[in-house]
Every structure is written in C-alpha cells, then in structure tokens.
C-alpha cells in the first residue's frame, strides 16, 4: 500500500503561484507513474498533470499548458506542481494519485491506484 500526502495549497490572488507537494510512501516509488488531478463542488474529477517513473515525460491538460509543471525528486519521493499565472477557475481540490503498476501517467482516473487526501486551492479575482 502506498500513503500520498499533499501539502502547499491555499489562497492566492489571481496571477499568483502556489507549488503543490505530494509525498509517497514506499521503498519503489522511482517505478511509479504519477498524476495531478482536480475537483470542483458537482464536477468530475480532472486530470491536470501527469509523469513519468523516470522524471523526463510529462502531461498536461490543456486548460494548464503553459502555466503549470510537474516534477518529481525520486530521492525524496515527492512529486510537485508549480502552478503560475493562476485563474479563478484554477479552483479546485487538489489530489495527487499513483499507478504503482505502471511507469506512465494517463489522464483517466481509473488508472490509477491510491490517492492522497487532497489539498484545497483557492484563487481569488
């Protein structure tokens, strides 16, 4: 089993940053996929960033290209998401997700195996 928690979210004005953090449990976390994913009050859960075992690939959705990145340190076992030039509609809960069977992200939640708790983030206008 693996335990995922976030940290870093809070409420920033629009245009603003915040860097999201998410911690991993587990001796093999270097093997695992990775994803970002987030949810609005009556909406589904949207995929925001993914990435690859070894740190080189990346995903984005498109309503984030350009403004958000993923990384990853495998010696810490964390994966980050650098969020710039945010929008009120950035606003969302936050979670980080693992596929620990696989080395790829994908966008659809169902890949994935275990979820961390979720951290809120609020932009206001």
């Known amino acids: 089993q693996v335990q995922l928690v976030e940290s870093g979210g809070g409420l920033v004005q629009a245009g603003g940053s915040l860097r999201l953090s998410c911690a991993a449990s587990?001796?093999?976390?270097?093997?695992?996929?990775m994803g970002w994913f987030r949810q609005s009050p009556g909406k589904e859960r949207d995929f925001v960033a993914g990435?690859?075992?070894?740190?080189?690939?990346?995903y984005y959705a498109d309503s984030v290209k350009g403004r958000f990145t993923i990384s990853r340190d495998n010696a810490k076992n964390t994966v980050y998401l650098q969020m710039n030039s945010l929008k009120p509609e950035d606003t969302a809960v936050y979670y980080c997700?693992?596929?620990?069977?696989?080395?790829?992200?994908?966008?659809?939640?169902?890949?994935?195996?275990?979820w961390g708790q979720g951290t809120q983030v609020t932009v206001s206008s």
């Open positions: 587990g001796r093999t976390f270097m093997n695992y996929g």
């Open positions: 997700a693992v596929r620990t069977l696989y080395r790829t992200a994908r966008d659809d939640p169902s890949d994935y195996d275990y």
């Open positions: 990435i690859m075992s070894n740190g080189y690939t990346t």
